[in-house]
């Protein structure tokens, strides 16, 4: 008998909203040590309020809001990941402004390095941020296709890999996540492809192909990985969670579990129009115009993932930043059916 | 290759598109003038920049939120598209069916419309009046969704009629009553909770919401109806039916044709008060129209490939609206070469210009031709256009700087230069007047060789992108 896998979701957190308690395009989370969830917010051009941190926790409590749209310290035009170290400092990349801007968990700035270029130390559009065990902080550089390592100021350490297809090789990649066995793995989104590299930047193993079967993946956005190895890829393209084992072998995908999130519920709560009006509605249809259009798919049936951008694993629960539906969907780990 | 065919190339470029480089019109001119409007009609557009390189930096653009980004991702498109001639045909098709988010308070339901027009928009007019009849962005526009069984809303039967195919005069009020009982039951899945969201402008809890068409059988009036002239049981698909078979339908159609592409005709409102221009282009688009089984494409094959298209005397007759000109102006400039955030301000400038995109003044569009131009709107237009063309900065223009600079070499005139500058911007025609204002710039300010430096190129740009015919097409 075949051994089939499943990943089931737990619950959704947020809600859109251009300011205060919500996300607008939310790009990325990253926990503090007290548990607490610093929700990176892109906003969009024609409305910069959603450029912010939101900071909550599993429960749904709201602790506020702080950063803005702008190019002063402690501001960001196009944010692109966030990343909290051991000692509690935020790290922001700005894919706009080309630089890391490090701050307190309360909002302060401390200090911001980068700058564009080709040079050590120097970005083409800053994204995926990630910290190893000893400290040190690995930048997605991803229009250089590279990854520069610096250490907790800012100062650069080394850099690996190059622009290209080959292995080793990255394209416009995105996410970057570290795994304890002191392995890297690198959303290669142009090259449609995980990468695993060594911490000193050796090329391990790609996982995952472009192609139009369930195992494959389309522009992936970020991956993590459980306790035993599987990894965990945003399908951003297919706007699917997609799991392969770690062997590297295809487990399961989901398209998307979406459910009403307290903040969903206290919004439809105090507007019963609404609430009455989405009580009689069937949002989850199946209709012959979206198939092989995964993205209007998304557009049309509210549950379903719409651009993927982030998965973090905290104390079991994996939480996938759902970008163009302003909220985070939180899934258990894969299991055996 | 003779000085006519680049600059009858450069028409037609402009009119399909929205105008080409030097070395375009010369690699299109070795074609020939048949095969190039062949080409433009028959084959698929390539995008140099992807969906998906868009949405990947700018999310709103592919999942909008609000009522710019439309028109920026729209805007892209024509800038990235080797053919844009998709664009300019949806284009087209919005300034009629001129549908605005004022009411609708939902982006994609609206790039959904557009979408419809690039796909269905060079096909039969009897299909796409089918398909715009279901398009749930005018469903909600023109209250379709609101008509029901024994209670008409005759605001789409009434427009349908008057605005997206015969024009008043050739129908009676008793036409739209029955062409509203006929489209009762054709409305938006889930309408009571997506035109609440509309009403309220709603984005939540998780952003907006994709809509799609629904017919409801129970909500439809089935009984016999009586419309223009033919008694039947008639549905929505039997009104379009019998609308296409009008001779007016012909006549309405071929002259929104002709205005967009050939010349500005005036106002709709005035079209059964004021003579076409060209009565006989008019005629001879209808015939085409009837042989062809309402294919617009064929329309427009007829069209490029007509005496009355070639004329020099519709060169440059028309003025570019907004959208047109920031579009022609940023694919000269080439300044967007992957997704930028200034794209986003960039698009502004058509709605500063009169212009926003997906935002119409109201179902009737907008004015074409000189109504684009007001002491306000012509201020903008200039300084947009004399910006962009003088940032040297710009891909494009280093590129047509460092074209002019080798071509010249050894034989500079300043009437050798003006020649140079205008073919580089694609070979604008100028009246007499405006280049004696190019030749008094350029001796006094560019009086050899020597002085073509960066900065007297872009002034001499600059001064380029304010003449009158930069604001035509």
Avoid at chain 1, 99 to 104: D, L, V, Y
Avoid at chain 1, 234 to 256: A, I, Q, Y
Avoid at chain 2, 113 to 120: G, L
Avoid at chain 2, 131 to 157: F, Q
């Amino acid at each position: 008998m075949t051994t089939s896998f499943k990943i089931k979701s737990r619950k959704t957190m947020g809600l859109a909203a251009m300011q205060g308690r919500g996300f607008y395009y939310p790009f990325d989370l990253s926990f503090d040590s007290n548990n607490r969830i610093y929700v990176l917010g892109r906003g969009h051009d024609y409305d910069t309020r959603g450029c912010r941190i939101t900071v909550m926790d599993m429960n749904e409590e709201y602790h506020g809001t702080f950063a803005s749209f702008g190019t002063q310290d402690g501001q960001f035009m196009w944010p692109s990941s966030i990343v909290i170290s051991n000692s509690d400092k935020i790290y922001v990349s700005d894919e706009y402004l080309n630089k890391i801007t490090i701050m307190t968990t309360e909002g302060k700035f401390i200090s911001s390095f980068g700058q564009f270029g080709e040079d050590d130390g120097q970005f083409d559009g800053p994204n995926g941020l990630v910290f190893d065990n000893e400290n040190n902080l690995y930048v997605v550089d991803h229009r250089n296709g590279r990854i520069q390592v610096f250490d907790e100021e800012g100062n650069f350490i080394r850099k690996f890999s190059s622009q290209g297809k080959s292995e080793g090789n990255l394209n416009l990649p995105w996410g970057i996540t570290f795994h304890s066995d002191d392995r890297l793995y690198v959303s290669d989104w142009g090259n449609h492809r995980i990468q695993e590299f060594t911490t000193d930047g050796e090329f391990v193993r790609s996982v995952g192909s472009n192609g139009d079967k369930e195992e494959n993946i389309l522009h992936p956005s970020s991956c993590a990985i459980d306790d035993i190895g599987n990894i965990y890829v945003s399908d951003w393209g297919n706007h699917k969670l997609k799991v392969f084992d770690k062997e590297g072998d295809f487990l399961c995908s989901n398209r998307g579990e979406a459910t009403l999130s307290e903040w969903a519920k206290d919004f439809l709560n105090t507007n019963v129009e609404e609430k009455e009006a989405r009580l009689k509605s069937n949002l989850d249809f199946d209709l012959e115009i979206f198939k092989n259009d995964p993205f209007k798919e998304s557009a049309h049936i509210e549950k379903l993932f719409w651009c993927p951008t982030s998965l973090t694993f905290h104390k079991g629960n994996l939480l996938i930043v759902d970008s163009s539906r302003h909220r985070i969907q939180v899934y258990n780990k894969v299991y055996k059916v | 290759m003779s000085n006519n065919e680049i600059l009858l190339m450069a028409h037609l470029m402009r009119r399909v598109g929205f105008g080409s480089t030097k070395d375009e019109l010369n690699k299109y001119v070795k074609k020939g003038y048949d095969n190039q409007v062949d080409e433009i009609l028959d084959l698929e557009p390539n995008y140099e920049v992807s969906n998906h390189m868009i949405n990947r930096y700018q999310p709103d653009y592919e999942s909008p939120m609000g009522s710019s980004a439309n028109g920026a991702t729209w805007l892209y498109r024509m800038v990235w598209s080797d053919f844009p001639f998709k664009e300019k045909i949806s284009l087209f098709w919005h300034g009629i069916f001129a549908t605005g988010y004022a009411k609708l308070a939902n982006g994609y339901v609206l790039a959904d419309q557009i979408r419809m027009f690039s796909k269905y928009g060079l096909g039969n007019y009897q299909d796409l009046l089918l398909h715009l009849s279901k398009d749930p962005a005018m469903i909600i526009w023109l209250d379709n969704c609101e008509s029901h069984k024994g209670a008409i809303n005759e605001n789409y039967g009434r427009e349908l009629l008057e605005l997206f195919s015969m024009g008043t005069g050739n129908y009676t009020e008793k036409d739209i009553k029955e062409a509203a009982r006929a489209f009762t039951g054709w409305t938006i899945a889930n309408k009571d909770y997506m035109t609440a969201k509309s009403q309220r402008d709603s984005v939540w809890p998780y952003g907006r919401l994709a809509m799609h068409f629904e017919y409801k059988e129970d909500d439809h009036d089935g009984d016999e109806k009586t419309f223009l002239g033919e008694t039947g049981k008639f549905n929505g698909e039997d009104i379009i039916e019998i609308i296409c078979k009008q001779k007016a339908t012909a006549k309405f159609i071929s002259r929104h044709i002709y205005s967009f592409f050939v010349e500005d005709e005036p106002p709709v409102p005035e079209w059964p008060y004021k003579e076409p221009n060209n009565p006989e282009a008019i005629e001879a688009l209808s015939e085409v129209y009837f042989d062809k089984g309402y294919n617009i494409k064929e329309m427009l094959r007829f069209l490029f490939k007509s005496k009355f298209f070639k004329s020099e005397k519709v060169w440059n007759k028309r003025v570019k609206s907004p959208i047109e000109l920031v579009a022609g102006t940023l694919r000269i400039t080439k300044e967007f070469s992957r997704p930028d955030k200034q794209q986003s301000l960039t698009n502004s400038h058509t709605q500063f210009m009169g212009q926003h995109a997906m935002n119409p003044p109201s179902v009737e569009g907008w004015h074409w031709g000189t109504e684009w131009l007001d002491s306000g709107t012509v201020v903008e237009r200039v300084n947009f256009s004399s910006s962009k063309l003088g940032n040297v900065n710009n891909l494009g223009i280093r590129r047509i700087i460092d074209n002019i600079k080798s071509n010249i070499s050894n034989q500079f005139t300043p009437e050798f230069l003006i020649e140079i500058v205008l073919e580089e911007l694609g070979a604008i025609i100028v009246s007499k007047t405006t280049k004696d204002t190019l030749n008094d710039f350029v001796k006094s300010k560019i009086d050899s060789e020597k002085a073509l430096t960066d900065d007297n190129l872009s002034e001499f740009l600059q001064l380029v992108g304010a003449m009158p015919e930069y604001q035509r097409t």
